[in-house]
């Protein structure tokens, strides 16, 4: 079986989180999603991340390492959190995409993971 990434962007803003009536609704939605993909034996992992001004790049530049503030790029979305699942092919794992998608109401990118490991 194959693995996938499935990246849930979130929109950049204040940071200021949805009314808890209507965000107590999507976590209950995203629970029961992922509980499904534990039942089915395809829930590998899964993170929610800070948001990206809490980001420290890494990168060598002239034979230095230099590390800076915030994150690589500036975008109007960013990576919330993610889910590692396994599955059969492209197309199970898009099931998954689908269903995690109407739970959060937000956009997810589904990648598979290269099979021989290389990055």
Same mark, same amino acid.
């Given at each position: 079986?194959?693995?996938?990434? !499935?990246?849930? &962007?979130?929109?950049? +803003? ?14 209950? $939605?995203?629970?029961?999603?992922? $509980? $499904? ?5 395809? *829930? ?5 991340? &800070?948001?990206? +001004? ?11 390492? !230099?590390?800076?503030? +915030? ?22 794992? !898009?099931? *998954?995409? @689908?269903?995690?998608? @109407? ?17």
């Amino acid at each position: 079986m194959n693995q996938y990434l !499935l990246s849930i &962007y979130q929109p950049d +803003g204040d940071g200021t989180p949805p009314p808890p009536e209507f965000l107590a609704k999507i976590m209950q $939605e995203a629970h029961a999603v992922r $509980e $499904e993909m534990i039942a089915a034996g395809a *829930w590998v992992f899964a993170g929610g991340l &800070y948001p990206p +001004g809490t980001a420290t790049v890494v990168r060598v530049k002239a034979n230095d390492v !230099l590390t800076t503030d +915030g994150p690589y790029i500036e975008g109007k979305e960013h990576i919330g959190g993610f889910t590692v699942v396994r599955a059969f092919d492209l197309d199970a794992a !898009l099931d *998954w995409g @689908r269903k995690l998608a @109407r739970a959060t109401t937000l956009p997810i990118e589904v990648r598979p993971f290269r099979e021989d490991g290389a990055s």
